[in-house]
């Protein structure tokens, strides 16, 4: 009960009216108590949360759309993170990509705009997994953008020397 009326504060506080179905793609994820009640649902995916979704613009899929100019990867990445949440053993965990761009194409927000958040957050994102078919956040990095990373890190010399 709690958790729906977060989200439905979520809603009612956002910039615009733009919300015709609720859904956790609108949920305020930068609000403490936003990120309390996640942390109290899976605590290992708070690595995930600050780095990929919500740190109050320092998140990729927040700077994804700050360039985007719109908030489709930040919806997709809520959805996709309330797909993760569950710690159950044989639990279902994410996504298709045909079932994100369902589950958030509206009257306003063109599926294109979902399609383009969720392929930046592909490649931007650090713990956004994709296993079979199903998009997922796990506690763990995606070792493959770790590898990108730390290669733009090094440098040259070092580079060089290996």
Avoid at 52 to 80: F, M, S, T
Wanted: hydrophobic content about 45%; some cysteine.
């Amino acid at each position: 009960m709690q958790f729906t009326a977060r989200l439905l504060r979520s809603v009612w506080m956002r910039d615009t009216n733009d919300v015709f179905l609720i859904g956790t793609q609108h949920l305020n994820l930068n609000a403490v108590e936003m990120g309390d009640e996640i942390q109290r649902f899976n605590a290992a995916l708070l690595p995930a949360l600050v780095n990929d979704i919500a740190d109050h613009g320092n998140a990729r899929a927040e700077e994804i759309d700050a360039d985007l100019g719109c908030d489709a990867a930040g919806q997709v990445a809520k959805l996709v993170l309330s797909a993760s949440l569950s710690r159950a053993v044989g639990a279902r965990s994410g996504l298709t990509q045909e079932d994100i761009i369902e589950y958030l194409v509206a009257p306003h927000p063109k599926a294109d705009e979902f399609l383009a958040g969720l392929e930046r957050l592909r490649k931007r994102a650090w713990y956004l997994h994709r296993e079979n078919e199903q998009f997922y956040f796990k506690e763990t990095e995606n070792l493959g953008r770790r590898i990108k990373r730390d290669a733009r890190q090094a440098p040259p010399p070092k580079i060089e020397a290996a």
